[in-house]
């Protein structure tokens, strides 16, 4: 799905000399380069404090933490989102409320939001998925209605702006009251581990976050808040002050593909593309994902691979179907948007390397068999 090979030979000189830079001062957590890196992103995005950590999970976990949510509060997210977003409420034994998507931009539906809150709402976390934007605007004032926190969900969309109603552009993650990344090796912004990041403007917040993601310690040995081990190590941090810099060059390479695809693909009325400003930067395209919907999607799965084009489909099971988080408060006719993406949604090879003759052999190939 993605080609980190080719984009690490255009970086190569700059990445190995970070590592070897670790190397050598024996300076491997909590170094110099993850303090650069931190500074770097803050700057980025418009932010007063970046908190990284070890992983995106992490990043939500520990963002849920600092808001003191308590056994039993309740926390909205969608049902079509990675696993990572209701595991960490479970896992704080908070109740998951799962609410369903939007077919358009398949993020968090807001009248679902609506009809979900009740008297133990204490927060929503709204997935930018796929790396396209939410409204923010119509989230935010759900909120303050509400009396709720807003968790951004941001593993997806780094790098994407979200334009206001008053015109104003801010970066995803940084809207809401806390946001949450992931550095993965596959994301726009990815290390060549494992990493994260916490986001927020709120200066009481981010110094508790800072201790918890240290074993709730601000003094060495000082135990003041209980807390975890979590750490960005200075390697990949290394690799992400390298990629940073040339995040919106990034992309701005996946939304030309992200058209080029579009293009080709939208002849077919069996398929239906993610529209797109493409003038715009609210979308970043983690994952190009098209809908197949004349009940074709499976064998058009295996008829790629069989290609040897890099597929998958993000996701194929609703979060309120997995066993972990089934629930007697759930229902399938509140659920129809998710459950129709789930059988004909697939994503298609999405990175920076991406050819004009790589989109023209994936594109023929999907419309020779849908």
């Known amino acids: 799905m993605v080609d980190l090979k080719s984009q690490y030979e255009k970086i190569k000189d700059e990445v190995n000399a970070s590592i070897q830079e670790v190397l050598e001062t024996n300076t491997y957590i909590n170094g110099p380069l993850v303090h650069q890196f931190q500074a770097d992103l803050e700057k980025y995005l418009g932010v007063k404090h970046v908190i990284p950590c070890a992983n995106g999970t992490d990043a939500l976990q520990i963002a849920m933490m600092g808001l003191d949510l308590k056994p039993g509060d309740e926390v909205i997210t969608a049902d079509f989102t990675f696993a990572a977003t209701v595991e960490v409420i479970a896992l704080l ?10 077919v358009d931009n398949m993020n968090i539906s807001l009248d679902a939001i609506r009809k979900a809150i009740t008297s133990k709402t204490k927060a929503i976390v709204p997935v930018h998925l796929f790396g396209r934007s939410v409204n923010m605007d119509a989230i935010m004032e759900i909120a303050k209605e509400h009396n709720l926190y807003v968790i951004e969900d941001n593993a997806q969309a780094i790098g994407a702006n979200y334009t206001s109603k008053d015109g104003s552009k801010t970066k995803v993650g940084t809207i809401g009251h806390v946001g949450a990344t992931s550095f993965f090796p596959s994301k726009n912004l990815g290390c060549y581990g494992d990493g994260g990041a916490i986001f927020t403007n709120d200066d009481k ?8 993601v240290n074993h709730g310690m601000y003094e060495r040995y000082h135990h003041d808040v209980v807390g975890v081990n979590s750490r960005l190590d200075s390697m990949q941090a290394g690799v992400l002050k390298a990629k940073l810099s040339r995040l919106d060059e990034y992309n701005t390479e996946r939304r030309k593909a992200a058209k080029k695809y579009n293009s080709a693909l939208s002849v077919n009325s069996n398929i239906v593309v993610p529209e797109f400003d ?18 074709k999607r499976d064998g058009l799965l295996a008829h790629l691979q069989s290609k040897d084009i890099p597929c998958a489909i993000y996701y194929p099971i609703p979060l309120h179907s997995q066993k972990a988080y089934a629930d007697t408060r759930y229902k399938e006719e509140d659920f129809p948007v998710t459950n129709q993406l789930c059988k004909e949604v697939i994503a298609l090879p999405m990175h920076t390397e991406l050819d004009d003759e790589q989109i023209k052999f994936i594109t023929d190939s999907i419309l020779e068999f849908v």
């Open 93 to 102: 034994q908070l109740t998951p409320v799962l609410v369903d998507v939007d």
């Open 205 to 212: 917040l981010a110094h508790t976050l800072r201790g918890i």
């Open 278 to 295: 493409s003038s715009g930067d609210n979308h970043v395209f983690h994952q190009y994902v098209i809908r197949i919907t004349n009940g």
